[in-house]
């Protein structure tokens, strides 16, 4: 591997008589780590799980002896869990200790795609909070839409919204996350593309760029929340120097405790943790952990409307119709969108969700349930997925030959279900959806979106 010889510079200077062990590390096979999902694993895939040891900052965290095909793991599709760099993890520990679990919370995943922190965010606060998944690039918002669908929480909001709109929420959020996009110089080893793009140039920019995303982020925070920065990349400017300039800039505290020595993690200022791939199982990574104080001065949330912008309620007689296919733990509101896509959300979560739908311009709220054809109701492939689908919704289990032929739109013999089935059944692996089935009288038709298919071979 061949450095660029601005990097090594910079390199040897951050790291001295440790620069060797560092650029042995970038020469090794990187360590494979995934997250378990809490709410479909449950004890799961002893297979997987026998050959994984647990990541020390992150309780689903996982390393595996080796990289299987994700793409050839039914699991992976159903949304058991996501394949994760371990160092990112550590927002598990940073939210253990920094945040009150106990409550549920609002929470923004300021540069959310793919997914990976908006599901860590899932998967660690309190299971009613509301977690907003917001990403700019709109080229990104499909991937980020899939993991969201396949993680399966309820109460995910999707949205594409630049600084500026946010702003308009005011300071509206317990939990602040800034994952920001940067130099990626700690993904070296894994993506080459990422060391031909880089220069010092792009270091200048990306925490310029920075700078202005979490100056945009930081007037959401309400005074005594917790704002946590992040990068991919090992240099200074975007790192630590950032980090200072954030913390003077605005009224915030840096977050400091006491980590493990045996970790690995380096403290290289107040609330600044760094990893390196020589000190630890894991990729470079950055983290800076602050609370807004709370005396600090902050705009007002905007009162939430009564209503929807353009989403009506759904009317009584096919509420009837859909009600069925969600869990009966929750109460649940429906509307129907402008192009008939049904949609359901947490009563509780309404205000919240009307206030978002009003400030934002492009925003996606609630389960996607599907749509009425006719008087037929067609299920949406996000409601298969979901965590609030009834338990007593028909269903066919397939073994792992049959899930990989399901998950390629193929056909294939049904075991174990009554030829007088009719209707839609959710096909399953290893207990966990996959997506819909529909049981015709001689026949049955696959509803796997052709978007979400598998390609390669699976033989």
């Not at 042995?24 to 004890?43: C, F």
């Not at 660690?124 to 918002?141: C, G, K, T, Y």
């Not at 839409?145 to 594409?160: D, F, L």
């Not at 031909?196 to 200048?204: A, F, I, K, L, Q």
């Amino acid at each position: 591997m061949e450095l660029p010889p601005p990097f090594v510079r910079q390199m040897r200077a951050l790291l001295g008589e440790a620069y060797e062990a560092f650029t042995a590390a970038l020469a090794e096979e990187p360590p494979v780590s995934i997250r378990l999902n809490p709410l479909k694993w449950d004890g799961h895939s002893a297979d997987l799980a026998a050959t994984a040891t647990p990541v020390p900052w992150c309780a689903e965290g996982r390393y595996l002896a080796e990289r299987p095909s994700f793409t050839l793991d039914p699991r992976f599709h159903a949304g058991a869990y996501y394949v994760q760099e371990a160092s990112s993890m550590f927002l598990c520990e940073v939210l253990r200790r920094c945040v009150d679990l106990s409550r549920p919370l609002r929470a923004l995943d300021a540069c959310a795609a793919p997914g990976g922190k908006t599901t860590l965010l899932q998967a660690v606060l309190h299971p009613d909070s509301i977690v907003v998944a917001n990403e700019v690039v709109r080229s990104r918002l499909s991937a980020l839409r899939e993991n969201i669908e396949k993680w399966g929480h309820p109460h995910a909001v999707m949205t594409s919204a630049q600084g500026d709109e946010l702003e308009m929420l005011g300071a509206w959020f317990d939990v602040v996350v800034v994952d920001a996009p940067c130099s990626g110089e700690g993904l070296f080893r894994k993506t080459p593309e990422a060391m031909r793009e880089w220069s010092p140039s792009h270091v200048t920019s990306c925490a310029l760029r920075q700078r202005a995303i979490l100056t945009s982020s930081v007037k959401t925070l309400r005074p005594g929340g917790t704002l946590v920065y992040s990068t991919c990349t090992f240099n200074r400017i975007e790192n630590e120097e950032n980090a200072a300039w954030l913390a003077q800039a605005f009224d915030l505290e840096a977050l400091v405790f006491d980590l493990p020595t045996e970790w690995g993690i380096l403290q290289t200022a107040p609330g600044c943790y760094r990893f390196y791939p020589h000190r630890l199982a894991g990729e470079g990574f950055f983290l800076a952990a602050f609370r807004k104080r709370a005396d600090a001065p902050a705009l007002s949330a905007p009162r939430s409307p009564s209503g929807f912008r353009r989403l009506q309620p759904l009317e009584r007689a096919s509420v009837a119709a859909v009600r069925p296919w969600l869990d009966s733990e929750r109460e649940w509101a429906f509307f129907t969108a402008p192009k008939g896509d049904i949609l359901a959300m947490p009563e509780t979560l309404l205000p919240d969700l009307r206030l978002l739908d009003n400030a934002l311009t492009n925003k996606w709220l609630g389960i996607r349930m599907g749509q009425f054809k006719g008087r037929d109701f067609v299920p949406d492939h996000a409601l298969a997925l979901s965590t609030a689908l009834s338990p007593q919704t028909p269903a066919v289990d397939f073994d792992h030959e049959q899930a990989l032929l399901f998950l390629k739109k193929g056909q294939f013999p049904l075991n174990g279900i009554s030829s007088k089935t009719r209707g839609w059944v959710v096909g399953r692996y290893d207990g966990l959806p996959l997506g819909w089935l529909k049981m015709l009288p001689n026949r049955w038709n696959n509803y796997l979106p052709p978007e979400r298919r598998i390609r390669m071979s699976v033989e």
